[in-house]
């Protein structure tokens, strides 16, 4: 039905185009309704488009980013996450490829350090001295870390020979039982003795050469002493530390 079946055009007469309206919306000539019928819709019609509207478009982009992360953290599979079944346990493997198992080793790999024997020595030293008891509390605070599983410590023949010698028998017998706290041990090897001459090329006495060249061998990240002479020198493979210092950095 077109408008001007059912209107009349200009220079027609009302009489001539009310039939044909009339027999549009379901009458005959005369007026009368054959069948009840609704009146016709002149609502335009809306072409049906899957476009939504403007004002959509962007939180369809946002959820797509979304829907992308996501399928980018369960590519790499990173350790944090695990099966139902490994919830249960914290102490159970994550569930992931080899990048995820990675992840976890690096993050859960512990710093390896290594006490020297002034360290371990300075307890007994003057505590009148705030310099002196602060690297004491420090140096107590990194034994408590060592026990707690924080840190691997290194232990070597350099610390027995010189704990051995120590004539205190109260400072020999405190000192002792951290060779079977540590972790790891590191024994007169050839490599160490040489690679000890060579540190001593540097300004650095016999003893502290060797206790650098163990540390070096059993690839420890850190060398902790309280004498001020090392701590101003740079090793090679290795750092050289306070222990104020070192507390200071971890626990930032």
């Given at each position: 039905?077109?408008?001007?079946?059912?209107?009349?055009?200009?220079?027609?007469?009302?009489?001539?185009?009310?039939?044909?309206?009339?027999?549009?919306?379901?009458?005959?000539?005369?007026?009368?309704?054959?069948?009840?019928?609704?009146?016709?819709?002149?609502?335009?019609?809306?072409?049906?488009s899957?476009?939504?509207?403007?004002?959509?478009?962007?939180v369809?982009?946002?959820?797509?980013?979304?829907?992308?992360?996501?399928?980018?953290?369960?590519?790499?599979?990173?350790?944090?996450?695990?099966?139902?079944?490994?919830?249960?346990?914290?102490?159970?493997?994550?569930?992931?490829?080899?990048?995820?198992?990675?992840?976890?080793?690096?993050?859960?790999?512990?710093?390896?350090?290594?006490?020297?024997?002034?360290?371990?020595?300075?307890?007994f030293?003057?505590?009148?001295?705030?310099?002196?008891?602060?690297?004491?509390?420090?140096?107590?605070?990194?034994?408590?870390?060592?026990?707690?599983?924080?840190?691997?410590?290194?232990?070597?023949?350099?610390?027995?020979?010189?704990?051995?010698?120590?004539?205190?028998?109260?400072?020999?017998?405190?000192?002792?039982?951290?060779?079977?706290?540590?972790?790891?041990?590191?024994?007169?090897?050839?490599?160490?003795?040489?690679?000890?001459?060579?540190?001593m090329?540097?300004?650095?006495?016999?003893n502290d050469?060797?206790?650098?060249?163990?540390?070096?061998?059993?690839?420890?990240?850190?060398?902790?002493?309280?004498d001020?002479?090392?701590?101003?020198?740079?090793?090679?493979?290795?750092?050289?530390?306070?222990?104020?210092?070192?507390?200071?950095?971890?626990?930032?």
């Amino acid at each position: 039905m077109t408008h001007s079946d059912t209107f009349p055009l200009r220079g027609q007469s009302v009489s001539w185009a009310l039939p044909r309206a009339i027999a549009a919306v379901g009458g005959d000539a005369d007026g009368r309704r054959s069948r009840r019928v609704s009146a016709p819709s002149f609502r335009p019609s809306v072409r049906a488009s899957h476009e939504p509207p403007a004002y959509r478009r962007p939180v369809q982009l946002a959820r797509e980013k979304i829907k992308i992360g996501v399928a980018i953290f369960h590519f790499f599979d990173l350790p944090t996450r695990r099966s139902p079944r490994d919830k249960m346990s914290r102490s159970a493997p994550p569930v992931g490829n080899g990048a995820g198992r990675l992840w976890e080793e690096l993050l859960m790999r512990k710093p390896k350090i290594y006490l020297d024997n002034c360290s371990y020595n300075r307890p007994f030293d003057n505590q009148k001295q705030m310099k002196v008891r602060l690297e004491t509390e420090a140096k107590l605070f990194i034994q408590a870390s060592v026990r707690e599983g924080k840190y691997s410590l290194c232990w070597s023949f350099m610390l027995d020979y010189e704990n051995g010698k120590n004539p205190y028998e109260e400072k020999r017998s405190m000192i002792a039982p951290w060779k079977e706290i540590a972790e790891d041990y590191c024994p007169p090897l050839e490599v160490v003795l040489s690679r000890g001459q060579e540190i001593m090329k540097r300004g650095i006495k016999n003893n502290d050469a060797l206790h650098i060249s163990c540390a070096i061998e059993r690839q420890c990240e850190y060398f902790i002493t309280t004498d001020d002479k090392l701590t101003n020198k740079t090793i090679p493979n290795i750092r050289i530390i306070n222990p104020i210092d070192f507390v200071r950095e971890m626990e930032a």
